[in-house]
């Protein structure tokens, strides 16, 4: 890898740019979907100022430029009206699919928040038009782990065919911030569902926010493979320097992060069924 140049670097005068999702179409376009909202609102502002918009390039090398709004805060009696945010986008035959979360509120910050909800809009082309979803994907439900609130989708198609969603939760407990933040996986046989939510999240791990997920062990194993050459020549490099500290820091979290992949996998295999393979 090299260090980003500033042509890598999307950015909108006045404007906060936030949680990006890019997806190729037939005609070798880049499409660049993100969620920004005024400067002007300050950093909280997403929560009720957000929008989701889209950029173009021809490579992934050179400059993304603004094309459009796609998804806008909308009047009405919606679940989306005030928000579109956190949006990941995804091809799975002949069309597009735009996964993102919205909400409605009364202008304070926790009444949108808990109103937090995910939605998909399909399309058949990244240009749209957009087909905007009458109500969410899915309900979050009292007493369970994800019963305040639901954000940060991203949905794969697995091997057995199926479309799996990984999303974020809140713990209803009776508070306006609510209770614990899990991550958890729901299933459907269409992308756009309905989708069944597993009992049980996946991982709570403390401060995580969006995930990424793609199916492709031969990548995962050259990856490996690849951060293992890097250890080793950062080790000959670093050992016999001050830099000592930090290599074994970088071992350290290297061996945290194998061991909570591996915890998140075993539980991604509870929840497949039985005769899923993942390789």
């Known amino acids: 890898f090299a260090l980003a140049k500033e042509k890598h670097f999307f950015k909108m005068t006045g404007w906060f740019v936030w949680c990006a999702s890019i997806v190729r179409d ?25 929008e989701i918009a889209r950029a173009e390039s021809l490579s992934l090398d ?4 603004f094309k459009e709004v796609v998804l806008a805060r909308r009047e009405g009696d919606y679940w989306d009206a005030d928000n579109a945010h956190n949006v990941t986008v ?4 002949s069309s597009y699919y735009l996964y993102y ?4 509120g009364n202008g304070r910050y926790w009444d949108h928040r808990n109103h937090q909800r995910i939605g998909v809009a399909v399309a058949d082309q990244p240009t749209g038009p957009w087909q905007r979803p009458a109500a969410p994907l899915i309900e979050a439900e009292s007493g369970h782990w994800h019963g305040q609130m639901h ?11 199926r479309f799996m969603l990984i999303f974020k939760g809140v713990e209803d407990n009776g508070t306006a911030r609510g209770g614990k933040v899990r991550h958890g996986v729901a299933f459907a046989d269409s992308p756009v569902g309905p989708f069944t939510i597993h009992d049980k999240p996946i991982f709570d791990l403390p401060g995580a926010e969006s995930s990424f997920i793609f199916f492709n062990c031969l990548i995962s194993i050259v990856l490996f493979i690849k951060l293992l050459a890097k250890i080793f020549k950062y080790s000959i490099f670093c050992l016999d320097k001050p830099h000592a500290a930090n290599f074994l820091l970088l071992v350290f979290n290297t061996l945290v992060g194998i061991i909570f992949c591996k915890t998140v996998s075993n539980r991604f295999h509870t929840a497949l069924a039985e005769d899923t393979e993942i390789c």
């Open 26 to 50: 037939d005609a070798g376009v880049y499409h660049l979907f993100f969620s920004r909202w005024p400067e002007s609102f300050g950093h909280d502002g997403w929560i009720n100022r957000s």
């Open 62 to 65: 050179e400059p993304f430029e």
């Open 90 to 93: 995804q091809k799975f035959n």
């Open 101 to 104: 979360t919205g909400n409605y």
């Open 151 to 161: 954000a940060n989708p991203v949905v794969v198609q697995i091997p057995d065919g």
